[in-house]
């Protein structure tokens, strides 16, 4: 059977939930086959509307296997496409070979990734950033000439001819060439910060809103006819805030569909009704855009479940409620980074909690949500001790999901013993330098101290950094069960290395204040 076989719920059915989210799933090839054929030829697909889960592998690519697995889950769960943000992780070629990072996925390994897409009826839909968040581009010496503005990284700039010949066609061509069948490609086009500020664009005496359109629809127009049948998609950010007419006289609402994106629990806060009108009367088709992760801090170790819950519910009452678009489909996004000179924020693996959830919740709106619930315990193969708060006020987090054993589980858990070692070694640093008497820095400059009352201090130092190398190497075992050694590597980095540095350090102020046996007389000079 197909992995993305969904089942209508006749009372309670908890119980065959276990096999609807079991792993070693009997494919059927023909049938898959037909529904690949059947996505691809019909416009609508098999759903009126897409369900699609964003994979943003910017700088930490997972593992193949641990991405079958997932598909495998999320398919079961009723997703039916995942959009891919390769940024850095595709194998450039050419001109653009060194915009690929060292540890890029290879064709090979990219082909094998969208097998299993296959395998799963999910449709594929690439993303590639077509005017901002070029930076892992435009931050290298040989395209820096691409840039708005020559300090910042972030943008092209439009009236730079070469842009879009030599550069965005090419990044496109490229992409395009491993997804001969996708129905969509995602411009991007979202917080394009700087426009109409170089010197070339100021010259051609047009405002950046004309200036973006103008951009927008050449990359538009260009995958319409380079790659028939293939619709351009991008995040709607930068036309929310146009007038109604200046949205329809750009021509937008015939080259591309919108992905309108926020991440907020009060969605109408940010996106007023009247941004729906002005969208229904340009665009066919609307697309909207949750988050099940990436969303509630650039440094966030797990996905806030109550905050990500209550913002694709929230999307749940607007897509419900809104009658004067036509929503084509709903994204969940996960972002990995906040952008490509950002440090990791929530890993893939320990967000399979919240995306799961979230994945349930939309697919299943008239579900009460503890019915939701209970099935996503029985999903990530929770024991029934596990029992979760439905609200999500206690714990946000969900600390004890590290007992359950989804694909990911033995991470999650090892990231809530960080939390704690975290929590520990902030509060004895802070002790011990500010609010106890004998190991300010005031003591460490003068090296005048107590060595009895440092004593005990001293154990408890040596103790947490001994816990701390255990943790470090423990949880780089576990990593690379997901990850290459580079992004392991750089998540132990950032996040146990610095706590182990503070706890050296102490170690060593202590170390020396205890060696000394004879002081001299106050006033300390």
Known sequence: MLCRRRFVVLGVLLPVALTFFAFNVRWNSSAKKATVTRLRNDPEGPLRKLYVVHLDLKGAPPRMYFLKALFRLIAAAGANAILVEYEDMFPFEGVLQNASARNAYSRKEILQMLGYAQECGLEVIPLVQTFGHLEFILKLQEFRHFRELSAFPQEICPSNPDTFSVLVQELIRQVMSLHPTTRWLHIGCDEVFHLAACGRCTGRHMNGRLLFAEHVARVAQFVRSEFVGVTPLMWDDMLRHWSSTDLAESGLGELVEPVVWVYAENIARLLPHYVWHMYGRVFPHVWVASAFKGAYG???????????SENNLAWLRIMRTT?????????LTGWSRYDHFAVLCELLPVSVPSLLLNLLLVLHPRW??????????QALSCPPTVTPDESFVSDPFQWHLGACSFPGSNLFSAVGSYVALQA???TLYADLTERHGWLTMYNVRHNFSSPWRLLEAHVSVQRLL????AFRNSTAHIMTQYFDQFAVDEWLEQKVDPLAEKMASLENFAQNLIARDTWPRRPLS
């Open 323 to 331: 009658k004067i678009v036509q929503f084509r489909g709903m994204v």
């Open 466 to 469: 001994r816990e701390l190398t």
């Open 298 to 308: 650039e440094t966030a170790l797990v996905p806030d479940l109550r905050r990500h």
């Open 424 to 426: 520990r070694a902030m």
């Open 368 to 377: 009460p949500k503890l019915q939701a619930i209970r099935l996503w315990m």
